[in-house]
């Protein structure tokens, strides 16, 4: 569709020469009919380029595998581990992450309830959990063009913030992974997963990793290695809201036949050094209103980060949300964001500071109504995966961890009842080579977790 009506506007003159050469020198373009080179779409076994190209994976074994490193992920690969050592079991866990490092991928100005994480760590504090800005104040507005209306945030609320805390989610979520290898978690950064495995039941048995040496063209390089297939007894889908995975799971097993369609948002944010004499560490503000419309649903936050958790400055984390059904197709979520900084009541913090990180992010947006079915057979979706995001509260990291642990708890019953692989199955038969790289025999899925 692009392509056609950049040719149309070629043909009548009003594309300028300086547009084709700026194309020109961005990625080549690519052959006419041709809208991706990805391999789910376009079949490599009829592409003469990877005739000769040798395509065999190499095939590992887990006990449980999770796909993502978030709140969630990390937090199911801790439980598990927990079980495991409290039943002195040695179930292997293995985590990917697509991020060349945990929280790196992380996008949040987070308020953390923390009960999940006490649940999960009694004793988070002695072991250096980044919460060090706890909630001293807590404000709500309606924003007209010119003015604020405080509006009341009543004890015992959703959005009563007393007991949070304000945190840099990226460092919690490293914090997290810290804990999880400790426990003996095999963490994989830089490793998505981009196909799930199924066997011929239809049952979740894994999935495989990305292939790497792949040219913008889709033709392999001579760097090209394929990516590895990893076989778990238990699969977990913690990519976060739309996960690709997530989307395959879900539509392969109906798993929204009986919720509510799910919706969505685009949250924007930014992290700022300001004047030392406006930051008031544990302030939390929260508005709606304008610049969105009365039929546009859309707000904002603004968290001021004790300088403990801003590596010693005086930092805030302050974004904008809007919710991805409004009306107007000419409405720019980042213009409505820069429009909100300049409020009268919001534009003094800011004045003098100075913007150090940016980045936005889809969230989940529907409620309880649209999560899915979690478990199918082989796995389960876990966090944003599912949904869980609490809209009432502001905030879901609580959600996402409790989400992950449930499931780390059902998916240790279900690989604790699954028969044990024999010594005699093990071994190799008379006659035949002992591969090192041949795994053992798999035992599994588990039939469903649910």
């Known amino acids: 569709m692009m392509r056609t009506s950049l040719a149309v506007l070629k043909a009548r003159g009003r594309l300028s020469s300086a547009t084709s050469i700026r194309r020109g020198l961005c990625a080549p373009a690519l052959p006419p009919g041709v809208l991706t080179t990805h391999y789910k779409k376009r079949d490599r076994a009829t592409d003469e380029r990877w005739a000769d190209v040798d395509m065999e994976r190499f095939a590992d074994e887990t006990d449980l595998l999770i796909v993502g490193g978030g709140p969630a992920g990390l937090s199911a690969a801790i439980r598990f581990k927990q079980m495991c050592n409290e039943q002195g079991l040695d179930y292997r866990v293995t985590l990917l992450e697509k991020a060349s490092g945990l929280g790196e991928h992380t996008l ?9 994480l006490e649940e999960l760590f009694p004793d988070w504090k002695d072991r250096g959990a980044p919460l060090n800005t706890p909630v001293e104040s807590d404000r709500a507005g309606y924003l007209t063009a010119s003015s604020r209306v405080p509006l009341p945030i009543l004890p015992g609320t959703p959005t009563d913030n007393h007991g949070n805390y304000v945190v840099r989610l990226g460092n919690f979520v490293s914090w997290l992974g810290e804990q999880a290898e400790e426990l003996g978690v095999e963490i994989y950064t830089g490793q998505g997963g981009v196909e799930v495995l199924y066997n011929e039941a239809g049952e979740v048995v894994g999935v495989a990793t990305n292939d790497v040496g792949v040219s913008k063209d889709g033709s392999p390089k001579a760097s090209f290695e394929r990516g590895m297939e990893l076989r778990a007894k238990a699969t977990l889908f913690a990519e976060g809201c739309r996960g690709s995975l997530t989307k395959e799971v879900i539509d392969a097993y109906d798993l929204t036949a009986d919720s509510e369609p799910q919706t969505y948002g685009i949250g924007l944010k930014e992290l700022w050094r300001i004047d030392p004499a406006k930051h008031k560490p544990g302030t939390v503000e929260h508005t709606v209103g304008w610049p969105a419309d009365n039929s546009t649903w859309g707000g904002s936050f603004l968290y001021h980060l004790d300088p403990q958790d801003g590596d010693g400055e005086n930092l805030v984390i302050c974004g904008y949300v809007v919710a991805l059904d409004y009306a107007n197709p000419y409405i720019n979520p980042f213009r409505m964001f820069q429009m909100w900084k300049t409020h009268p009541s919001v534009r003094s913090t800011f004045e003098g500071g100075e913007r150090l990180a940016y980045g936005a992010r889809a969230l989940n947006e529907g409620g309880f109504q649209c ?17 869980f995001l609490n809209v009432p509260k502001i905030k879901g990291t609580h959600t996402a961890m409790k989400s992950g642990m449930l499931a780390a708890e059902a998916a240790f019953a279900g690989i604790s009842e699954l028969p044990e692989t024999s010594d005699e199955d093990a071994a190799p038969a008379e006659g035949e080579e002992d591969e090192e790289a041949m795994p053992p025999p798999f035992t599994g899925p588990v039939a469903d977790l649910g």
């Open 108 to 116: 949040s100005g987070a308020v953390l309830e923390p009960r999940a």
């Open 371 to 387: 999560i899915p079915k979690l478990a199918f057979p082989g796995g389960a979706l876990v966090g944003c995966a599912a949904g």
